[in-house]
């Protein structure tokens, strides 16, 4: 297979310009014509229903949620970049494009970068237009704050509630769509298929959750925007629902899935408590702006404060660790957050963990410098010169209060503990994944028809995501990318006309939805879907987790085959076919886990080097950082599906070439 | 952090299994909770001692677990969310119970949101409501003007995210005992009400989300608070008011 | 619901005022402020608005509690409100109705015999003459008193028309006009040997009921009409809450002065 990126000719300044410019249009007066299907409503998904819809075209879209403003965008605490610099720090389209190129540790592909940082101040302009309230200073203009990987302030927010208002921002312009009858809403739908007809993505399979019909839908394109797959690791800060079925279906149907192994396991994030733990919750980056990271420097001293017979607040300066100021002095805290996380994986193997739990993985993250600093120059903005401690720590908190409540509250509520008086405790945890649908600039995947956006593709972020970036390209995709490109695409469909679901296609894709339902209520098993899960997961994080190698990674490929096995063999679903059943839907969600877990091990094992989120550790210097090898890994890796025995995908690659960044070692130092 | 440690509780948890069956109160016994649980997290555990004596799992709605997407509800022991203010069900945590608590677990009660199975509720009224007016009509085209064109004071951006914090989740209406949806509905007439960019069609948005809110079956609101103590995010009565106003002022036009 | 209601407050407001005088005025002031009431053209506008106002709230309140009723067919096996609404927020209807019963037989007590009783007695005044009592009516034009024997009176060739009115029945002449004695039925009513304790600590059982709907009514009707911000709002509920207790706890006064106290 030939994997044609499309990329336009000229500068990369004016490829997209060029390339909108030449792009097929469709009359006004044909798109009531065109049926669009739009799988999942988050940034990407919504938006792309609502601009589509405000086009013209017949648009269906599904959530499996209960209502599409749920999906888990929402979830999305510091902000959205964009380049607009209101700040006046240097920043421009081009500082964007770069980091975001250098944040992904040189495995994205430029031309779909570059646009990704032309279209980012009109996301600004858009929200702002539809009402979403971000976060704005005295004077009545937006405030900025700065995130790990840049050295300027671009990033908006709204409070640590960013996702949230963009989300209901998009879902408000979707429900306005909704309300003219220009989208068709399906809550609580799962799709379950994809259906091609000669070649072409024409349709879904997708489950009424409440009443366990399953529904053809057709359609002249089928929009996949269902998020990322992180949940393969049973404990992310994922959403319990989110799940990579939608995008596993299509890439079964023949679309390539493009650098699974690349996962952004985020810095900052509540340590695990118990076995009965579900989720992991995230406490959001731009906390790195105002806390700094330690671990004791003593062993003995990490071991105190384990056991309960010592506090961090008793700990004198000298005796911390500040390991991201010591390692990387230009970008301290704020270094990319794969960067971070492997940090403190470093010191917490090292036996420098903080936590009392199984594994003693936790560092702290203490404010009490940033409570210092801004009480006293909040007292100085007072008039008060020369404040007493007691006032300056009480203005310092009343700061930090102001700008990261929430999260201070949510900390508080989950672990009991006041971070305002003592350190918060902190780890790494599965966040976001880069990987994806593999798709063209057009961001339509290998099956003509199948259009993949924001999380679910792997297009933008390389093999590290920046922080406020995936806000950035879930509102891109939808709003101002796939209008055009779909457009394109839906102008050869004029004639087509509606699209039959009686089709032999059709009703291959219902039998054999209906057929891997009825094997799971059918099958006589005794665990539990959670119990596998819980197992793929623990493989998952064991060997394919922020550091891997050659031997734990045949070990995961061969276990998890094995456990796919026995997951057929031995789950016990509950229930039936025609009710609401969640077990069920988590047992079709998990054995698509499965198969993507292994090719996860697979794709991180064919990439003999280090890059971004994937850390191979024979790949690395004397000092622990990554080591790239651009002469050989420079490409995308695209897998394709070949039947139920996963090892036998095959890998197709996408050179990457660099024509306008200079390719070069990712430096914070 | 007060060290974690293990209690045994008894459930009494509405059971329904469809939107036509008749349902009723049935008592579980759930021994090892650990205190440092989520309350969902206690649910996973009954789940699973559920399916390992193969009965049926009692199905809720739940998503994030972190407070924000609104899908979780729940009424617990009497209350909204349960017994901490300010917190969703999936941010309760077991350390709030205590050792041989009785737990009554009953879904949202409220016509307008009718029970689906167990403790899920529907609660697309909501999404009706948003869809008869709580956006602002403008195309997606990115065309728009610069974003920092119409200064917006601060007061009134930070009063307006406050009301947009709003998660959806029918706290208010579950909680209210007239059933009423003033404050989901207030925060968001209020959201766009506070800002330049939402004022423009103000009239006609407060008009038809409070039709539609009519239509849909919600009570009244006789103003007895209990929506602002039990939401979870806090959303303040001054929205109601916002309202109020609003929708007098558009009947007046 | 809200206009009404604080329509009502200021009603209170007013008849409160007037009630006052039972304690700290005598019987003739009382009655002619009750005659004012009585036959004032702008008194009679603001009493048909009170009416109204009274109908108009009840009515509204059943219905909105039907409507809210409706609202949740199936209630909770385990409800826990008072965790986050008061007392009053929540049993508006039923004070409502409470007060509503009162206010009913407030009526009948007193209005309809102020009305339509035709055996409404006319206030007098004793005089003492020559070592003996005797009653006289009063009149509202002053200096002229009847007297309150009929024997009397039909020797003086007068009659009594129409309730209050004095007549010379030969000429058919109008000579002058009594003033109903509603304070004389008032303490008679609180001080009847059988029914008067019960009679005040029925009232005294209404005024704290009363307090109650106000305690949540008053603020309540400005929110409804949008009256919310973070300035005034505490005066509003401050003055409100004083109001609610303020207000029934005079009211309930009268009653307890008149049974207990007044000589």
């Known amino acids: ?669 | 952090m007060s060290a974690a440690k293990n209690i045994n509780i008894t459930l009494k948890i509405w059971r329904q299994k469809n939107a036509k069956a008749k349902g009723q109160i049935e008592t579980y016994k759930l021994d090892n909770v650990s205190t440092a649980s989520s309350f969902l997290e206690m649910l996973d555990q009954l789940n699973e001692q559920l399916i390992n004596e193969k009965k049926e799992p009692v199905a809720f709605d739940h998503d994030c677990r972190e407070g924000i997407c609104g899908m979780c509800s729940l009424y617990i022991n009497g209350r909204a969310h349960g017994p901490d203010t300010g917190t969703t069900t999936c941010q309760l945590h077991m350390r709030k119970f205590n050792d041989g608590d009785t737990i009554y677990i009953e879904p949202w009660r409220s016509k307008a949101f009718p029970v689906v199975k167990d403790l899920v509720v529907d609660r697309s009224a909501f999404d009706r409501i948003q869809q008869a007016g709580g956006f602002v009509s403008v195309n997606t085209s990115g065309r728009t003007i610069d974003a920092n064109a119409i200064p917006v004071p601060k007061h009134d951006a930070d009063r307006a995210f406050e009301a947009a914090a709003c998660i959806g989740c029918g706290a208010c209406v579950a909680t209210c005992k007239n059933g009423s949806a003033m404050l989901f509905v207030g925060a968001k007439v209020s959201q766009y009400a506070l800002l330049p960019q939402g004022k423009v069609e103000a009239t006609q948005r407060v008009l038809n989300m409070v039709r539609q809110m009519d239509e849909e079956g919600f009570g009244n609101c006789t103003n007895t608070g209990a929506c602002e103590v039990e939401c979870p995010k806090g959303i303040s009565l001054e929205n109601i008011a916002r309202m109020n106003r609003e929708y007098l002022k558009a009947s007046l036009k | 619901m809200a206009l009404t209601g604080l329509f009502l407050c200021l009603f209170l407001a007013g008849h409160l005022a007037g009630n006052l005088q039972l304690i700290f005025s005598d019987a003739s002031a009382f009655n002619k402020y009750a005659l004012f009431m009585t036959t004032n053209p702008a008194v009679k506008i603001l009493s048909y608005l009170t009416y109204i106002s009274i109908l108009f709230h009840a009515v509204d309140g059943f219905m909105l509690t039907y409507q809210n009723a409706k609202a949740r067919p199936i209630g909770y096996a385990k409800n826990n409100p008072s965790k986050n609404s008061s007392f009053s927020s929540r049993n508006m209807a039923v004070l409502g109705t409470l007060i509503l019963v009162f206010i009913v037989t407030h009526m009948v007590n007193f209005w309809a015999k102020m009305h339509f009783d035709e055996k409404m007695p006319l206030q007098t005044i004793t005089v003492e003459q020559m070592g003996q009592k005797m009653e006289y009516y009063v009149t509202t034009d002053h200096g002229k008193y009847y007297p309150a024997d009929p024997a009397q009176l039909g020797q003086m060739g007068l009659e009594i028309r129409n309730k209050t009115e004095f007549y010379n029945k030969e000429v058919n002449v109008k000579m002058g006009e009594g003033y109903k004695d509603l304070h004389k039925i008032t303490v008679a009513f609180f001080k009847d040997p059988k029914f008067g304790l019960i009679a005040t600590i029925a009232y005294v059982v209404a005024m704290l009921v009363l307090a109650f709907h106000l305690l949540h009514g008053f603020q309540s009707a400005f929110q409804s009409l949008g009256l919310n911000n973070p300035k005034y709002t505490p005066l509003i509920k401050g003055f409100g809450k004083a109001f609610a207790i303020v207000v029934p706890l005079l009211f309930a006064a009268i009653p307890v002065y008149i049974h207990f106290f007044l000589k």
């Open chain 1, 1 to 669: 297979m030939k994997l044609d990126s499309k990329i336009p000719e000229g500068p990369i300044a004016e490829k997209w310009t060029n390339h909108k410019n030449h792009l097929k249009l469709v009359a006004p007066n044909n798109r009531p014509k065109i049926d669009v299907i739009v799988v999942g409503t988050g940034l990407a998904g919504a938006s792309a229903a609502a601009s589509l819809g405000e086009m013209g075209y017949n648009v269906k879209a599904f959530c499996f949620q209960d209502s599409p403003r749920r999906a888990h965008s929402i979830a999305a605490q510091g902000g959205i970049n964009a380049a607009k610099n209101y700040q006046n720090d240097g920043d421009s389209t081009y500082r964007l494009f770069y980091d975001t190129i250098k944040g992904g540790d040189y495995r994205a592909r430029e031309a779909n970068v570059h646009r990704l940082a032309e279209v980012s101040a009109n996301i600004i302009d858009q929200c702002v237009a539809q009402g979403v309230p971000f976060a704005r200073e005295y004077g009545g203009m937006l405030d900025n704050r700065s995130f790990g990987g840049t050295q300027v302030q671009r990033t908006f927010y709204a409070a640590g509630q960013t996702g949230q208002q963009l989300l209901l921002g998009a879902y408000s312009a979707l429900s306005r769509q909704v309300g003219l009858g220009r989208v068709q809403m399906f809550n609580r739908h799962e799709m379950l298929d994809l259906v091609k007809v000669d070649g072409k993505a024409r349709g879904i399979i997708a489950r009424n959750l409440i009443t366990g019909e399953l529904e053809r839908h057709s359609a002249h394109a089928v929009i996949i925007a269902s998020g990322g797959y992180g949940n393969v690791y049973f404990l992310s800060t994922n959403a319990m629902g989110s799940n990579v079925t939608a995008a596993w279906k299509v890439h079964k149907r023949g679309a390539l899935f493009s650098n699974p192994c690349f996962v952004q396991i985020h810095p900052t994030c509540i340590p695990v408590h118990g076995v009965n733990q579900s989720k992991l919750t995230l406490m959001s980056e731009s906390l790195r702006n105002s806390g700094r990271i330690w671990v004791p420097k003593k062993k003995e001293d990490a071991e105190a404060i384990r056991a309960g017979k010592l506090k961090p607040t008793q700990l004198k300066e000298e005796d911390r660790d500040y390991f991201l100021e010591r390692r990387y002095p230009a970008f301290g805290n704020l270094v990319p957050r794969d960067v971070a996380s492997r940090a403190a994986k470093e010191r917490c193997d090292e036996g420098f963990g903080i936590e009392a739990n199984d594994t003693n993985e936790g560092v702290y993250l203490d404010f009490s410098t940033e409570i210092q600093n801004k009480g006293r120059q909040a007292a100085y903005a007072q008039g008060n010169h020369n404040p007493s401690a007691e006032e300056v720590t009480k203005l310092g908190k009343k700061w930090l209060e102001e700008k990261y409540g929430n999260l201070f509250a949510m900390y508080e509520k989950i672990t009991d503990e006041n971070p305002y008086e003592t350190p918060m405790k902190i780890y790494p945890a599965v966040h976001y994944t880069m990987g994806g649908v593999w798709v063209d600039y057009n961001l339509q995947s290998s099956i003509p028809g199948c259009f993949v956006a924001g999380e679910a593709n792997f297009s933008d972020h390389g093999a590290n995501r920046l922080g406020a970036s995936a806000l950035m390209q879930g509102l891109a995709d939808g709003y101002f990318v796939l209008p055009y490109t779909v457009s394109n695409y839906l102008a050869d469909e004029i004639r087509t006309g509606k699209i039959s679901t009686d089709s032999p296609e059709f009703a291959e894709a219902e039998d054999s939805v209906r057929a891997s339902i009825n094997k799971f209520l059918g099958n006589n098993g005794s665990k539990s879907v959670d119990h596998f899960h819980k197992r793929l997961g623990l493989i998952m994080w064991n060997k394919v987790g922020m550091a891997r190698n050659e031997k734990g990674l045949k070990e995961a490929i061969a276990e998890i085959a094995a456990l796919k096995d026995e997951f057929y063999k031995e789950v016990y679903v509950p229930g039936s076919a025609d009710e609401l059943n969640p077990e069920l839907e988590k047992a079709l969600r998990v054995a698509d886990f499965m198969d993507l877990g292994q090719l996860m091990a697979m794709d991180a094992l064919q990439r003999n080097e280090s890059c971004g989120g994937h850390f191979r550790e024979e790949y690395q210097d004397a000092e622990g950082e990554t080591l790239r090898d651009d002469d050989n890994f420079a490409f995308v890796s695209a897998w394709e599906y070949m039947g139920y025995d996963i090892s036998k995908e095959m890998l197709h690659k996408e050179e990457l070439k660099y024509e306008f960044i200079k390719i070069a070692a990712r430096n914070y130092k």
